[in-house]
């Protein structure tokens, strides 16, 4: 049972919505009141706060129901000027005590979050001045000495640390995926080379995983500026790919892109180029707010509901004194971490990026954004590098086991090119185990590697007598990426 002290709990959506926010509040509400707290969504963020009045609403099971498939916040968001001020933070202070809050779940991005500690902070400050003034009594004032705060992260941009994925993250990349294939079909149709601007503020995480998803030749980002000279080398990418039999040619901007001077790279500089150097027929797509909107992905859903629980959970369990904390996921398991922590750290990986310490900042962003950033490196290539001198040469045989599942072909398609990018011979075993027992074995066709498309069956070139059982990388993802990790 919830402590008596803590009456209520509030709850709010702040800064840009997220898919998979309302699934949080919903899992933060009823979470609540299963722990029989009263519980209050305040309408469009802090401007609801400082409000008052209608906009802290009560909230029952039902005021919850039907919501969590929704893009959007159903509780509303707004940027408010008077929660800035500390007139502003007072009267939203007496707010909340009107209706007995003392826990509050925040879900925002860093700005939000980061206006939730500094509103803590002042907490005892603003309860003192509301007694002064006589908006409370000293009585009132005592039953809520502290005010306690766990944050979720709702942001698309993936761009706070202490998390592995923020809250709308997975649905944005689905919707900027499904844009790139559908551009891709008229990009081939017509031979043409697409521009694509994703979101992300001042992370290149959509940028590089959708770069990395769909299979594109480029991609810019704010964490990795290209060298003097970027422009020749990206030509260069684009005409070899051509070359190699591509159809089409699709190039990801991040939204924060800069080169190592700082100076944005911008869609409509980079069709220039194209244009101007290899005669390109370029569009430009600016994807915008189509990314944050439409339907939580099942991951947000499911990440959301979670993490909502867990902050009803935490809030109610930690000392009274305990720091805002976040809760956030680290492989795959919930995890309470500093929310100020966090935030220092997601700001610190903007300086580096500012004073040009780009090893730092793919270093801050996690081992995932590495290695995500050199699996692209590799992948985009026309060709695989020639092969080392010395270097053994294995024999690495592909198969898949039990039932055809999406991702198989993406991840077939990874272990090939870089097997053959580090020099290796890559065998295909057709019909999993059987066809291993029946000596079914053939090389990669080079289609593979040209055109970049593995259709769900393995082109196949039989041949005899290939030394098999030396390796055998078994095409669950998971041993691809523990095997591949090995080179
Ligand atoms: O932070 C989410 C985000 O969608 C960013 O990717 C983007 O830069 C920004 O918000 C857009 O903000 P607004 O909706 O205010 O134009």
Known sequence: MANKKFKSLGVLTSGGDAQGMNAAVRAVVRSALHRGLDVYGIIQGYNGMYQGGDMIRKMNWDSVSGIMHKGGTEIGTARSDEFRTREGRLQAANNLIDVDIDYLVVIGGDGSLTGAHLFREEWPTLIQELVKKKKITQAKADEHPRLKIVGLVGSIDNDMS??????????ALKRITDAIDMLGDTAASHQRTFVIEVMGRNCGYLALMGALSTGADSVFIPEYPPAEGWEGRLCEIIKNNRDAGK??????????????????IKPHYIKEILESKLN???RITILGHVQRGGAPSAFDRYM??????HAVDYIINAPEDQEPMMIGM?????????????VKKTHSIYDCINKGKYDNTIYFRGGRFKEAL???RTMRQ??????????????LAILNTSGPSPGMNAATRTAVRLGLDAGHQMLAVKNGFEGLIEDDIGKWAGTVWQDGLLLGVPLWEPTENLPRKESIILSHQLLINIKLMDY
């Not at 026309?382 to 024999?395: D, H, N, Q, T, V």
């Open 162 to 171: 202490g998390t592995d994925m923020t809250i709308g993250a997975d649905t």
């Open 247 to 264: 159809n089409d040619s699709v190039v990801i901007v991040a939204e924060g892109a800069c080169d190592r001077k700082g100076n944005p």
């Open 280 to 282: 390109q027929d370029t």
């Open 304 to 309: 959301s509901t979670v993490l909502g629980y």
């Open 330 to 342: 680290r492989r795959n398991k919930v995890r309470p971490v500093s929310l100020m922590e966090s």
């Open 374 to 376: 050199t699996t692209f």
């Open 382 to 395: 026309a060709s695989p590098k020639p092969p080392e001198k010395g270097k053994k040469k294995l024999k």
